[in-house]
């Protein structure tokens, strides 16, 4: 069954419903890929598509990437090679001729958010579920779809920084201030304000406006300002992680490749450092605990417990303490 679900519209207006079939969530994974470019593909392709929105079906718009898709990669080119196919596709909608709209709400997590970078215009829901983040640096990774040049520009480097470096949640109010969406509605009708936002930006009775930013921002932006934020931001990690978290100076390393040499030199420098760290110890074991984790926060099926007839707490420190002496106190009597 189709992920995606395209409805042509007659004003115009192509709407693309991610709709994932096998869960209750939408993620971006690789058998995914296809079916998108398709869909975009025919977009680009049809005369009587003006426009297009990307929307979701779920109660959450992306809920980041198929982690399995990333511990299938051995190899550091194998990691690079999986970034590299989430660039491409990613410009399909960045470079597309006929302007694309986000009908954001609930979580848009890791390429959700590059994906929504892509866009023409971002609307999203004044919902307290709507967030948006970046949290590949808590798996040991970087956001290796084009996330770490394509949100500097649009909301300035002292905001950008911290959604990647810490994957910082932000819920659309903040977002709309930071400029990371451009309008805010309710839930009910999102898609059809979607529609008619994506309809009026082909008509060109609708421009995007780019938030103003503060004299201080002005100036971090200059090349010794962009330089002066760097350098500060990579001795706060060095102080955080003692150099031991490579991840963190991965993505500042392609920020500023960006910076320097330009978007397309940024890309490039994703692909590889991605590659690099997939490879690496750190992510690999925060990947795999990950989905450990998130296999123990499934509901338990018919099969019946083992007993249990002894049992060894780990812990040191005042918590270790804690818990050891609360199992002393349950322990059962022989």
Known sequence: MNPIRLEKRLDGVAVLTFDNPAGPQNILSRSLFGHFRSAIEDV????????????????????????KDFLACGTPEEGAALSAEGHDLMDLVAKSPKPFGAAI???????GVELVLCCTYRLATD???????????????????????????????????????TGQRVRSRKALRMGLVNA????????????????RLAEGSLRPRRRKPSLVERLRSTPPGRAFVLRTARASVRAKTRGLYPAPFAILDCVEEGLKRGPEAGFRKEEVLFGELLAGEAA??????????TELKKPLDDTAPRPVKRLAVLGGGFMGAGVYHGVEVIRPRS
């Open 284 to 293: 690999r074991s925060l990947l795999t605990l990950f989905l450990h984790m």
């Open 44 to 67: 680009l392709a049809d005369p009587h598509v003006k426009a297009a929105v990307l929307a979701s079906g779920k109660k959450d718009f992306l809920a980041g990437a198929d982690l």
């Open 105 to 111: 709400h609930g979580q848009v997590l890791g390429g």
């Open 184 to 199: 805010l509605t309710t839930p009910g009708g999102l898609v059809e304000t979607a529609a008619q936002a994506a309809r």
């Open 127 to 165: 919902d307290p579920t709507t967030v948006l983040a970046l949290p590949e640096v808590t798996l040991g990774l970087l956001p290796a779809a084009g996330g770490t040049q394509r949100l500097p520009p649009l909301v300035g480097l002292p905001a950008a920084l911290p959604m990647m470096l």
